[in-house]
Every structure is written in C-alpha cells, then in structure tokens.
C-alpha cells in the first residue's frame, strides 16, 4: 500500500457540536482543540477534524463517514442511538428506517450528525471482497 489515510476534514456548523456528537456515540473522550479543528483521533490513528465551516449550514457538503467498531462497541453505540431516541437505518439515503443491516456477515447502521452528515457504523469491512 503506497499511502494510509492521516486525517480527514469535516466541515460544520459548530465544530464542538459536531464532534462532540461522534466521541459521545462512540464513548470517546471528548475532541481536543487543535488550530481551527475539533480534532476526534480513532483507534487505527485517523483523525476526524471537524471545522467551522465558512458557507451556511444548508450549503455544506454531505459527507460520509464509516467506522468500524467490533461487535461489542456496536453494540454499546447502537445502545446509545437507542437511548438517545436517535433516527437511524439499515441502509445509506435514509432507507430501511429504525433498522440496521446484516450485510457481510457483521452488523451495520447509518445515523446523521448533527449537520446531516452520514455515520454508518459496521462490524464487519466490505470494501475488498467485491459485494459493494
Ligand atoms: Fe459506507
């Protein structure tokens, strides 16, 4: 592999907000301040740094973030979306409400940031066996 993924930027409309809601899901300690970001480190040491974004909050850019998590942590993040009475989906472009999936021999789900950025959370990776 010639490179691996340091950190992506996710653009806001509060930058805390946004991802405050990520660790509280995922039962991360909370964002630390780093320049202009609200940075969340991840386990295989990516990093999501959510930034204040400068267009209004209908223009921003949809993006799509999917984490993989061991069967435990998606059971205490779907535990969570539950608790707090989050709308959630099995599938992207809000298909299958209030479901999770079973694609790939694992469990997955999609929620909404606050932005309406998508998280799906998956305990099992399909990006190289071919069925999408
Ligand atoms: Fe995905």
Same mark, same amino acid.
């Given at each position: 592999?010639?490179?691996? =993924? &340091?950190?992506?930027? @996710? +653009?806001?409309?509060?930058?805390?907000?946004?991802? +405050?809601?990520?660790? &509280?899901?995922?039962?991360?300690?909370? !964002?630390?301040?780093?320049? !202009? $970001?609200? #940075? %969340?480190?991840?386990?295989?040491? %990516?990093?999501? &740094?959510?930034?204040?974004?400068?267009?209004?909050?209908?223009? /921003?850019?949809?993006?799509? =973030? #999917? =984490? /993989? %998590?061991?069967?435990?942590?998606?059971?205490?993040?779907?535990?969570?979306? %539950?608790?707090?009475?989050? *709308?959630?989906?099995?599938? *992207?472009?809000?298909?299958?409400?209030?479901?999770?999936? +079973?694609? +790939?021999?694992?469990?997955? @789900?999609? @929620?909404?940031? *606050? &932005?309406?950025?998508?998280?799906? $959370?998956?305990?099992?990776?399909? @990006?190289?066996?071919?069925?999408?």
């Amino acid at each position: 592999m010639p490179a691996k =993924l &340091d950190h992506t930027i @996710v +653009h806001s409309s509060d930058r805390f907000t946004s991802a +405050h809601f990520l660790t &509280d899901l995922i039962g991360a300690p909370e !964002p630390k301040a780093y320049g !202009p $970001f609200a #940075a %969340v480190p991840l386990a295989n040491g %990516v990093t999501v &740094d959510y930034a204040d974004s400068i267009v209004k909050p209908d223009r /921003l850019v949809m993006q799509h =973030l #999917a =984490l /993989l %998590v061991s069967e435990e942590e998606f059971d205490e993040i779907f535990a969570r979306i %539950v608790e707090r009475r989050l *709308p959630y989906w099995a599938e *992207p472009a809000h298909k299958g409400s209030q479901q999770i999936n +079973h694609r +790939h021999h694992g469990r997955g @789900v999609y @929620v909404d940031d *606050p &932005d309406g950025h998508a998280i799906e $959370f998956l305990t099992h990776t399909y @990006v190289m066996d071919g069925t999408g």
